[in-house]
C-alpha cells in the first residue's frame, strides 16, 4: 500500500512564506512525476506546478516567480517553496505522484494526499 502525505500549511500574511513538503511511502519501484495541486473554495482543483523524474518542472502562470517545486528522489520527497504569497493562493494543496509499482512501468497508479490548508490572510 502507497502513501502520500503532505505537511507544512499553515496561516501566513499577505507577502510571506512557506514550504510545503509530500512524501510518498509503501512499497514500490519509484515515482514517475510529482505535482502539486490546489483547490480554493467553490472552484476547481487546479494545477500548480509540475516536477518529471529527471526534475524538468512547469508552473501555472499565477504562481511563476513566486513558486520553486523540488524533489528528493532518496527521500520520495516533493517540496513547494511558497513565496510573495497572496490572499489568492488560499486554498488546499493536493500532492499527487505517480507510482511506478514495478521497474519497467507496466502497472502505475496515480496517489493523491489528504490535502493541506493553506491560508494567506490581507
Known amino acids: 500500500q502507497v502513501q502520500v502525505v503532505e505537511s507544512g500549511g499553515g496561516l501566513v500574511q499577505a507577502g510571506g512564506s512557506l514550504r510545503l513538503s509530500c512524501a510518498a511511502s509503501?512499497?514500490?519501484?519509484?515515482?514517475?512525476?510529482m505535482a502539486w495541486y490546489r483547490q480554493a473554495p467553490g472552484k476547481q482543483r487546479e494545477l500548480v506546478a509540475h516536477?518529471?523524474?529527471?526534475?524538468?518542472?512547469r508552473y501555472a502562470d499565477s504562481v511563476k516567480g513566486r513558486f520553486t517545486i523540488s524533489r528528493d528522489n532518496a527521500k520520495n520527497t516533493v517540496y513547494l517553496q511558497m513565496n510573495s504569497l497572496k490572499p489568492e493562493d488560499t486554498a488546499v494543496y493536493y500532492c499527487?505522484?505517480?507510482?511506478?509499482?514495478?521497474?519497467?512501468?507496466?502497472?502505475?497508479?496515480?496517489?493523491w494526499g489528504q490535502g493541506t490548508q493553506v491560508t494567506v490572510s490581507s
Open positions: 499527487n505522484a505517480e507510482i511506478l509499482q514495478t521497474p519497467s512501468g507496466s502497472i502505475r497508479f496515480n496517489s
Open positions: 509503501g512499497t514500490f519501484s519509484r515515482i514517475n512525476f
Open positions: 516536477i518529471t523524474s529527471g526534475g524538468a518542472t
